[in-house]
C-alpha cells in the first residue's frame, strides 16, 4: 500500500460502543487468513493505557462484505503479531 495520499485511518466500534480511530499499518496472509495491522490514532493515552500498541484484526467475508474481527486465541495472536514484527521491521 502506498502512503503517496497519507495514511489510512478507520473507525471501529468495540463491544462496549466505544468508537476507535486505528491508523492502517500493513496487511499479511497467513494459512488462507487476512489480517491487518493498525496502531492507535489517539496514542497520547499510551502511558495510561498499556493495550494501546498494535492492533491486529482479521478480515472476515460475509454476505459479501469484508468485517473486521479479533481473533480467536491467544495463540494466533501470537503468531500473527509475530510475522507481523518480523514484516515490520525486517532488516533488508
Same mark, same amino acid.
Given at each position: 500500500? /502506498? $502512503?503517496?495520499?497519507?495514511?489510512?485511518?478507520?473507525?471501529?466500534? $468495540?463491544?462496549?460502543? %466505544?468508537?476507535?480511530?486505528? !491508523?492502517?499499518? $500493513? *496487511? &499479511?496472509?497467513? %494459512?488462507?487468513?487476512?489480517?491487518?495491522?493498525?496502531?492507535? *490514532?489517539? *496514542?497520547?493515552? *499510551?502511558?495510561? %493505557?498499556?493495550? /494501546?500498541?498494535?492492533?491486529?484484526?482479521?478480515?472476515?467475508?460475509? %454476505?459479501?462484505?469484508?468485517?473486521?474481527? +479479533?481473533?480467536? /486465541?491467544?495463540?494466533?495472536?501470537? +503468531?500473527?503479531?509475530?510475522?507481523?514484527? !518480523?514484516? &515490520?521491521?525486517?532488516?533488508?
Amino acid at each position: 500500500m /502506498s $502512503d503517496e495520499y497519507g495514511p489510512t485511518f478507520l473507525t471501529v466500534t $468495540d463491544d462496549e460502543g %466505544n468508537e476507535i480511530v486505528l !491508523e492502517f499499518v $500493513d *496487511a &499479511l496472509e497467513h %494459512n488462507g487468513q487476512v489480517y491487518q495491522a493498525f496502531f492507535p *490514532a489517539e *496514542a497520547e493515552d *499510551a502511558e495510561e %493505557n498499556p493495550d /494501546s500498541g498494535l492492533v491486529i484484526l482479521k478480515v472476515l467475508h460475509e %454476505n459479501g462484505e469484508d468485517l473486521l474481527s +479479533t481473533l480467536d /486465541s491467544d495463540e494466533e495472536l501470537e +503468531t500473527v503479531y509475530d510475522l507481523f514484527m !518480523e514484516t &515490520l521491521f525486517d532488516e533488508e
